[in-house]
C-alpha cells in the first residue's frame, strides 16, 4: 500500500532541469489540503535532508542550497506536490522523496535524480 508515489527523476547535465511529481495515495484530500508538504532528498551516504517545503496556503520553505533553483508547488485537487528543478548541479544527485513536512512516515520508494555529463 504505497502511500507516495514520487515520479519523475532521471539523469540530466549539469545546468539541466527537471520536474519531479509526488502524488500522495493514501492522504485523504481533508488531511492533504491543509497539511504542509514537503520534497526530501538522501545521496549515497549522507542522511535524508528536507529540500523544500508548502503549506496548506501555498507558503514555501527552500534549503539553502537550492534557494533560487527549485520550485515546489502543489495541486490539492490532485492531492500531488511538484518540484521543479533548474540549473541542476552534481551535488542534486540523490533519491528525492515527498512526504508530510510533520512527523514525515510511510516513505515511499523515491525517484533518482542523478545530474551529470
Known amino acids: 500500500q504505497v502511500h507516495f508515489l514520487e515520479s519523475g527523476g532521471g539523469l540530466v547535465q549539469p545546468g539541466g532541469s527537471l520536474r519531479l511529481s509526488c502524488r500522495a495515495a493514501?492522504?485523504?484530500?481533508?488531511?492533504?489540503?491543509?497539511?504542509?508538504m514537503a520534497w526530501y532528498r538522501q545521496a549515497p551516504d549522507k542522511e535524508r535532508e528536507l529540500v523544500a517545503s508548502?503549506?496548506?496556503?501555498?507558503?514555501?520553505t527552500y534549503a539553502d542550497s537550492v534557494k533560487g533553483r527549485f520550485t515546489i508547488s502543489r495541486d490539492n485537487a490532485r492531492k500531488s506536490v511538484y518540484l521543479q528543478m533548474n540549473n541542476l548541479e552534481p551535488e542534486d544527485t540523490a533519491v528525492y522523496y515527498c512526504?508530510?513536512?510533520?512527523?514525515?512516515?510511510?516513505w515511499g520508494q523515491g525517484t533518482q535524480v542523478t545530474v551529470s555529463s
Open positions: 508548502i503549506s496548506g496556503g501555498r507558503s514555501t
Open positions: 512526504n508530510t513536512a510533520v512527523n514525515p512516515k510511510n
Open positions: 493514501r492522504m485523504i484530500t481533508s488531511t492533504f489540503n491543509p497539511a504542509t
